[in-house]
């Protein structure tokens, strides 16, 4: 068994890869995201936001208070996120926790906490972790890591489709404008911002379907266990 990281933009295709790979592998996927939107849920939930700005302050006051993990929801076999001990893999998936969570992980505290439990569960092997800095801090010896990005266009397309399919009521502009501010403040924050890996394989997958992708990536795997 070996680990992977897999980071990149938002909206490319992270978690779809990692799932699958789970799925393939019988491996443990942690959606690192899904951990920072929690804590904008916990932040919009308890009135730590003004004016639609987060009130870092009072955040990270509240921290000692936040619980976030992964539990094996039975009828999918996904990890979903709990937070303080509550479902909350449904609430988190809107544009606005989206953009609160992009920044609110701007926080070292918030990251700190965070990544304390994002390095405990990259203990074991056989873990896929997503998000922005895993190869770069949470899992620098992970066997693969993958950087993924794919054209702004395709992207939102594919974003806008998604949320529109789940009923959300959103326009294609909104999606774009959206996913381009959070690649801005992931990439040129101070706290370990989106970077690509020196040993990262990347992947661009504007042109892929998700059975393409999955097929070069079992490639990849399969090419590093030869010896194993
Ligand atoms: O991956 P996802 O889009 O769900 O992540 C939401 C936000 O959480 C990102 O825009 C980013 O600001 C933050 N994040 C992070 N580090 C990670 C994963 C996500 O800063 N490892």
């Given at each position: 068994m070996i680990n992977i990281a897999i980071d990149g933009y938002s909206s490319c295709g992270k978690s779809t890869l990692a799932k699958q790979l789970a799925k393939s592998l019988h491996y443990i996927y942690i959606d690192t995201g899904a951990m920072y939107r929690a804590v904008a849920l916990y932040a919009l939930q308890n009135g730590f936001i003004d004016n639609g700005e987060p009130n870092m302050q009072r955040i990270e006051l509240a921290l000692p208070e936040l619980m976030v993990e992964f539990k094996i929801n039975p009828e999918s076999g996904n990890t979903e996120v709990h937070l303080n001990g509550q479902p909350v893999e449904a609430l988190i998936r809107y544009t606005h926790i989206a953009s609160l969570a992009s920044r609110i992980s701007q926080n070292r505290m918030v990251r700190d906490k965070l990544q304390y439990w994002q390095k405990q569960m990259a203990q074991r092997k056989g873990v896929i972790m997503d998000g922005r800095d895993i190869a770069t801090v949470i899992m620098p010896d992970a066997e693969l890591k993958i950087f993924m990005t794919a054209n702004p266009q395709i992207r939102a397309k594919r974003r806008y489709e998604e949320l529109k399919a789940q009923g959300k009521q959103v326009s294609i502009e909104e999606v774009e404008a959206e996913q381009k501010l959070r690649d801005f403040q992931d990439t040129n924050?101070?706290?370990?911002?989106?970077r690509q890996h020196p040993e990262a394989q990347v992947l661009d997958?504007?042109?892929?379907?998700p059975e393409q992708q999955l097929a070069l990536v079992l490639q990849w795997i399969q090419a590093l266990t030869k010896f194993q």
């Open positions: 924050r101070k706290e370990d911002p989106l997958n504007s042109n892929l379907t």
